[in-house]
């Protein structure tokens, strides 16, 4: 990563008010920061729900329809347990006990990811430095999209918007079988200020969990279940298209829309604005028009939020939400939320639509590539 300096001065009573106020709201209610009994509860069932429909390809002498419908749960268990557990274990907002968030984040494990990576990645990358292109893994995964005005043009990203939702269908594949080998030689050193290797029992844990999901999705169904090759692929990919064109679409929405701003660095490696206020302007709401939606993905559309406290546990976000929205308000910020989910998909499309045209013919304005 390159070395970046925020401007710690720019709007900062914006960021002292607020982070008072919310202070101020769990004390003045006497709750916790961290998951409410509701949200663990929901995290067990999830859980337990997800691990009974795998087991349940084995005991039950089922039709290939029935297990092809298992697998569609299974996909829609992926997702809402990535979002629900794994995301916010992953930045300790369950519980006070690092042990804890660190036993639920390695529910990402059980699907093949691993934890470490994603807490590298995700934390170290994508938190610190938001729609800063340099320093924002999420923005440069490969060159099959174009996700800023700064990253490389190819003629092939002219019909981006077109292939996208292929691209996002088999994302958490590509995610468990070559990314995560990718960025554990790239971020060697990356956990520690030191710049230390990775620890061996994170490497270990890593080869671990590839073995598992070659094991477990792989070799057991081939080998206990009355499927053949091709019937195992067609299963194996429904789990990972529901879930992955659900995690993508709802994850990229919130960052990259026609309402984000993308900070430009200066030659010296200075950005303009604060570290808060560029969470603000870098990330987007979106509301849900009904309660099972908003369950299904927890609370992970209150993404500005997240972005501002990731340490707060989603069941939180929604009150923090009106205190965030009033205050960027008091400081003239923008405070950016789609009415819908599908108004929020139908912005990233036209963004990624921009952004595969030739340099020469981009719109610099359209996206909110700024210096300031």
């Known amino acids: 990563m390159k070395n970046i300096h925020y401007n710690k001065n720019y709007q900062a009573a914006f960021w002292e008010e607020l982070r008072e106020e919310v202070k101020n709201y769990f004390t003045e209610n006497g709750i916790s920061p961290y998951a409410s ?181 792989g070799v057991l169904p081939l080998l206990f279940l009355p499927i053949n090759g091709w019937q195992w692929l067609v299963g194996f990919l429904t789990m990972h298209i529901v879930g992955s064109t659900l995690i ?23 950005l303009p604005v604060s570290w808060a206020v560029n969470q603000l302007q870098g990330t987007t709401d979106f509301k849900t028009k009904t309660k099972l939606f908003q369950w299904f993905i927890g609370p992970v559309n209150y993404q500005i939020e997240h972005h501002l406290f990731p340490n707060i546990a989603g069941n939180h976000l929604p009150a923090i939400a009106k205190i965030v929205e009033e205050k960027a308000k008091k400081y003239n910020l923008n405070y950016q939320s789609y009415p819908s989910f599908a108004e929020a998909v139908l912005s990233h499309y036209k963004l990624l639509k921009e952004l595969g045209k030739r340099p020469q ?4 304005a359209d996206t909110h590539l700024a210096s300031v």
């Open 361 to 364: 013919d981009f719109r610099k």
């Open 248 to 270: 993508t679409h709802i994850l990229q929405v919130e960052h990259l829309n026609e309402d984000a701003v993308f900070i430009e660095i200066s030659a010296d490696g200075q």
């Open 37 to 217: 009994k509701s949200l663990w509860a929901k995290m067990i069932f999830l859980l337990a729900t997800f691990i009974f429909t795998y087991i349940s390809l084995f005991i039950f002498s089922l039709p290939l329809w029935g297990m092809w419908l298992l697998c569609i749960l299974l996909g829609l268990l992926m997702c809402a347990i990535g979002f629900n557990i794994s995301h916010q274990a992953a930045h300790g907002a369950l519980s006070k006990n690092p042990k804890i968030n660190r036993l639920m984040g390695l529910s990402l494990n059980l699907m093949g990811m691993s934890d470490y990576i994603w807490i590298l990645k995700h934390n170290v990358s994508h938190h610190a430095f938001t729609n800063v292109y340099e320093n924002d893994e999420a923005l440069k995964e490969d060159e099959t999209l174009r996700l800023s005005a700064n990253a490389p043009w190819k003629p092939l990203h002219s019909f981006q918007h077109i292939y996208t939702p292929i691209v996002y269908a088999v994302f958490t594949i590509f995610w468990a079988t070559t990314l995560d080998f990718d960025k554990l030689k790239r971020y060697n050193g990356w956990g520690s200020r030191s710049r230390k290797p990775h620890p061996t029992k994170e490497l270990i844990l890593f080869w671990g969990t590839k073995i598992s999901f070659v094991t477990v999705y």
